[in-house]
């Protein structure tokens, strides 16, 4: 089959989504919808995916240099706010014992900084903007974004099953001496209901007793960050991906990523048996996850 790719209309025009229907081939089982995912999942059927796996743009942190784009609203409310509501439908075209994986990282307040400069190993730290102080916070205070969330989506109706530390072993040096290097993000699970699927047995650690093999998942996963060639700027590295998929949906059972980004759990689905979908504001950046997902890798 040849490398070719159809951008088909999948929904009116006022939304201007549009479908990327990848080269069928043995091992691609996934389609790129480039849209705003707060207006594409609007036009989602009920009870759709069986699973959901993501990482939104983390507020304040980074400027894909995109309208509309979600992590540059002006205050992190606004942020927590426009996350519930997108979530709120994502919610809805997820099966009733579907799951929410949702990765998440932290941020400092900008101590009245009002643009930043890129560094040598990170370019995307570059912003021409920051957001201000939120109220009630104070200068170089932790903001606390991800429990934020985690709580606005459980007061929304998200049962909130467990947070799950992702360790960096090979994370990125910081410059600061007045705390620790922060090696760490979350990892939220949700359910849609009470009871739901989950696959504890795929995702079993080894245990350090002779005496038995394995063990039930603990909390902290050790997961080493993964370069990335392309130009996106928050890759989450494929294992991390793979522990959700495998124990939050069933072989050929269907996967939504709404923040598609690079592509990497559209990758792990083609590589695991799942069907996926993924959504992507910036067309830049689905062309990328395109190509990477026909290389399959």
């Given at each position: 089959?040849?490398?070719?790719?159809?951008?088909?209309?999948?929904?009116?025009?006022?939304?201007?989504?549009l479908?990327?229907?990848?080269?069928?081939?043995?091992?691609?089982?996934c389609?790129?919808?480039?849209?705003?995912?707060?207006r594409?999942?609007?036009?989602m059927?009920?009870?759709?995916?069986?699973?959901?796996?993501?990482?939104?743009?983390?507020?304040?942190?980074?400027?894909?240099?995109i309208?509309?784009?979600?992590?540059?609203?002006?205050?992190?409310?606004?942020?927590?706010?426009?996350?519930v509501?997108l979530?709120?439908?994502?919610?809805?075209t997820?099966?009733d014992?579907?799951t929410?994986?949702?990765?998440?990282?932290?941020?400092?307040t900008?101590?009245?900084?009002t643009?930043?400069d890129?560094?040598?190993?990170?370019?995307?730290?570059?912003?021409?903007?920051?957001?201000?102080?939120?109220?009630?916070?104070?200068?170089?205070?932790?903001?606390?974004?991800?429990?934020?969330?985690?709580?606005?989506?459980?007061?929304?109706?998200?049962?909130?099953?467990?947070?799950?530390?992702?360790?960096?072993?090979?994370?990125?040096?910081?410059?600061v001496k007045?705390?620790?290097?922060?090696?760490?993000?979350?990892?939220?699970?949700?359910?849609?209901?009470?009871?739901?699927?989950?696959?504890?047995?795929?995702?079993?650690e080894p245990a350090?007793s002779?005496?038995?093999?394995?063990?039930?998942?603990?909390?902290?996963?050790?997961?080493?960050t993964?370069?990335?060639?392309?130009?996106h700027?928050?890759?989450?590295?494929?294992?991390?991906?793979?522990?959700?998929?495998?124990?939050?949906?069933?072989?050929?059972?269907?996967?939504?990523d709404?923040?598609?980004g690079?592509?990497?759990?559209g990758?792990?689905?083609?590589?695991?048996?799942?069907?996926?979908?993924?959504?992507e504001?910036?067309?830049e950046?689905?062309e990328?996850?395109?190509?990477?997902?026909?290389?399959?890798?």
């Open positions: 089959m040849s490398e070719t790719t159809q951008v088909l209309d999948l929904f009116d025009t006022d939304h201007r989504a479908v990327t229907q990848l080269a069928e081939n043995a091992t691609n089982r389609e790129i919808i480039v849209g705003d995912a707060r594409v999942l609007k036009e059927p009920e009870g759709y995916f069986d699973c959901v796996v993501t990482s939104p743009p983390y507020w304040g942190l980074r400027d894909y240099g309208d509309g784009q979600i992590g540059a609203e002006a205050t992190v409310d606004d942020y927590i706010t426009g996350l509501s979530f709120r439908e994502v919610r809805r997820l099966a014992d579907g929410l994986w949702l990765n998440i990282g932290d941020s400092y900008s101590g009245g900084r643009w930043r890129a560094d040598a190993k990170n370019k995307g730290r570059a912003m021409d903007y920051r957001a201000p102080t939120p109220e009630g916070l104070k200068p170089k205070d932790l903001i606390g974004v991800p429990w934020r969330l985690a709580f606005a989506l459980q007061a929304d109706g998200w049962y909130l099953r467990t947070d799950i530390i992702w360790n960096k072993p090979n994370c990125q040096p910081e410059s007045d705390r620790p290097t922060r090696a760490h993000e979350y990892v939220f699970l949700f359910s849609k209901s009470e009871k739901y699927y989950y696959d504890w047995q795929a995702i079993m350090s002779p005496k038995q093999k394995s063990k039930n998942r603990r909390t902290v996963w050790n997961i080493n993964e370069p990335y060639a392309g130009s700027f928050a890759v989450y590295p494929r294992t991390l991906v793979q522990l959700c998929i495998a124990a939050g949906s069933r072989v050929d059972g269907r996967v939504l709404p923040f598609f690079s592509g990497t759990t990758v792990v689905c083609n590589d695991s048996g799942r069907e996926c979908v993924g959504v504001l910036n067309p950046y689905a990328l996850a395109r190509e990477r997902l026909l290389r399959g890798r």
